[in-house]
């Protein structure tokens, strides 16, 4: 992998938000990604979910530039909250520590069931009210 390869901050994520298992149109979901000083990096991302409850967030890359180069242990935090109704819900939280895609959870694709009526809790090494399917 040389200067121009890309970084992977989070993989594609799909997935579907439910309240007491039923799909839930018009959340408002939106994605932060943090790995470096600035903040502002990676601008968050915003999408709503359909009329089945469910929502699509594209791979969030960044060029490597010189920092394949630079030896790191990377630390990326990876942010995913869902408003709807006037209540905000933590829906995935997770530290990743490789640029690799799919590595949030160990080659498998991110495919999120997010229970609004769940309460936010640990799966492993992500937080939050959506559960890996």
Not at 15 to 23: A, S
Not at 74 to 93: C, D, F, S
Request: aromatic content about 8%.
């Amino acid at each position: 992998m040389g200067l121009s390869s890309r970084l992977v901050l989070f993989s594609e994520v799909h997935g579907t938000v439910l309240n007491h298992g039923k799909p839930v149109q018009g959340a408002e979901l939106v994605q932060e990604v943090i790995w470096s000083d600035n903040k502002n990096d990676v601008p968050p991302k915003q999408v709503s979910s359909d009329a089945a409850g469910r929502f699509f967030f594209p791979v969030v890359e960044h060029s490597a530039g010189v920092t394949r180069m630079i030896p790191h242990q990377p630390v990326i935090l990876q942010k995913i909250m869902i408003r709807y109704e006037g209540v905000e819900y933590t829906a995935w939280r997770h530290t990743k520590n490789t640029y690799d895609a799919d590595s949030e959870l160990d080659g498998k694709p991110l495919n999120l069931e997010c229970e609004l009526s769940r309460e936010p809790d640990f799966e492993g090494t992500h937080y939050g009210i959506c559960k890996a399917i």
